[in-house]
């Protein structure tokens, strides 16, 4: 007969002495989800060893059980190195106390384990006197973590760390060197942004650099309909195991509903990587106007938002006319080809993939080359009936002479260009059109990845009296194609009521 593997041994172990530990099923035999027999099948049995297993899932799929699980196989089950010493890790007190505390259920249910282990309830601890292994719950707040040598480490909710470092996640993956083979097990809905600790570990692992890192990502894809019961069943194995559905269901409509808990109910539920900051528009909003648009050059009228930047950074040129009292858009956007995949890395953004399909330009060298800019302006001003183009004065002085150059003239400069300010007395009153055309469905975008990529980065920040301008949620997001759009639907206004001098300034 053929041997049981490791991670069959665990499973075996588990549904033998543990015991539902909360709910509906409470007290009863635990018998272990097809999901989570799966998870560890991946990291007992993998071929290459586990260094590390990196489990992903929305809230409420049991992970927190599962630490527990893990802890126990490891504290006097199949799995327990003798003198061994565990850890979970957590960023606050109560999260370290929640595992804890299921632990200890699990065991009070057993008679086998209440026997075999001592519970230190002060210290949050479990001892097992016959092994020597030694369960403790550390938090952020513990005083050192320093000087520790684990063969199992649970990360809990690691998600919750903001940035790409953190001292007691650094502390306990550095004290594993004195075992011979040390785990590390991070459970956790997935972090918000592209840059936080989490985020680049899911992206190594994804990656397959070390075949040693497994990885079990339950995440709805951001094409699907985030309120629809496809999206919840991906992010969510046990959907149709043993969640409240009609529960999950009812926080998608609320979400639907309210504009502002999308996206919690996108990170928590859905587990994407969704800042919870409030957006601009939301993504199923702007989504909504992803119709492609028609020809500007059916337009009797077109207007243009064109921000600068600096000349190593995003330059963007947005075209709108009207059709049928729907806005069109055309946006463009310039970067330097010179260093591009560097960028595209450091800004974890496909820079280089939409370059190469057409969506961004890129110009020779290390800066945006104005002429390759100005070229294409002046092909758009042949092209398209255009009335006026928004610019931030931020490098308009150093582009201007491109223009001149180009051959357009001081006069053609002033009917054309009208600077328009950035602040909160000029935005406010471009981003309150802005929205009312995406609410009421009165934008056509055709889903342009830069510019999608523009609004999903965008935030707002409001003065005293209620005003607002744009801001980027992240420091390496890039707004500019939002800022070009919100420019360019606010000059219609201005080219309509030019007396607004206080506002806006015709170039002179």
Known sequence: ??????????????????????????????????????????IYDNPHGTRRAILSRGRKNAKTTESALLTLLHLCGPMYVRNGQIFSAAQGLEQAAILFKLACKIIRLSPVLQSSLDIRESKKEIFCPALGTLYRALSAETSTAYGLSPVLVIHDELGQVRGPTDELYEALETATAAQENPLSVVISTQARTDNDLLSILIDDALEGHDRRTIIRLHTADKELDPFSDEAMRAANPAFDVFMNADEVRSMAADAKRMSGRENDFRNLVLNQRVDASTPFVSTSQWRACGDPPAPLEQCAEVYG????????????????????????????????????????????????????EGYLHTTPNKTVDYDFVVDRLMEFFDRYKIKKIAFDRWNFAQFKPYLIRAGMSEDMIKQKFIEFGQGFRSMSPALAQLERAVTNGRLAHGNHPVLQMCSSNSTVTTDPAGNRKLV?????????????????????????????KFTFAVLG
């Open 1 to 42: 007969m053929t041997d049981e593997t490791r991670g069959l041994k665990a499973i075996k172990w588990i549904e033998k002495y543990c015991r539902v530990p909360e709910g509906k099923h409470f007290g009863d035999p635990l018998v272990l989800a097809p999901f989570m027999r799966e998870d560890l099948i991946a």
């Open 305 to 356: 938002g064109l921000d600068l930047s600096s000349v190593k950074d995003l330059t963007a040129l947005v075209f709108i006319g009207k059709i049928d009292g729907r806005w069109q858009v055309e946006p463009h956007f310039w970067l330097p080809g010179e260093g591009l995949a560097d960028k595209s890395r450091l800004d974890r953004t496909p820079f280089d993939t939409w370059a190469r």
């Open 472 to 500: 980027k949620k992240r420091y390496y997001g890039r707004i500019d194609g939002m800022v070009a759009l919100a420019m360019a639907i606010g000059v219609t206004s201005a080219a309509a009521e030019p007396e607004r």
